[in-house]
């Protein structure tokens, strides 16, 4: 079993930064990603970022691409997401999600366990 537990989010204004963090505990994986995923109110969930275990590799959406950054510190076992130049359109609860697998690129289909989720609004 995976324990993820996301916190940081919270109210900003536009144009504002936020720094998500999720610590991750139970069961380890040879091969895997961290990942962060939102869903807006009335709409699908969405892939935001990736991160794989040895934190060389990433993947981001093309939404977010050189707004937000996703990084990992491992002897916290601990996976962040710093988000800069928010936009109201980014508002939404922000999951942290682990894929055990390794690939090139993730789909919501890849994560297995999965936080709460996180809430954040951006206002205008």
């Known amino acids: 079993q995976v324990q993820l537990v996301e916190s940081g989010g919270g109210l900003v204004q536009a144009g504002g930064s936020l720094r998500l963090s999720c610590a991750v505990s139970?069961?380890?994986?040879?091969?895997?990603?961290l990942g962060w995923l939102r869903q807006a109110p009335g709409k699908e969930r969405e892939f935001v970022s990736a991160?794989?275990?040895?934190?060389?590799?990433?993947n981001y959406a093309d939404s977010v691409k050189g707004r937000f950054t996703i990084s990992r510190d491992n002897a916290k076992n601990t996976v962040y997401l710093q988000m800069n130049s928010l936009k109201p359109e980014d508002t939404a609860v922000y999951y942290c999600?682990?894929?055990?697998?390794?690939?090139?690129?993730?789909?919501?289909?890849?994560?297995?366990?999965w936080g709460q989720g996180t809430q954040v609004t951006v206002s205008s």
């Open positions: 991160i794989k275990w040895s934190g060389l590799s990433t």
């Open positions: 999600a682990l894929a055990p697998k390794s690939a090139t690129t993730y789909e919501l289909a890849d994560f297995a366990w």
């Open positions: 139970g069961r380890t994986f040879s091969h895997y990603a």
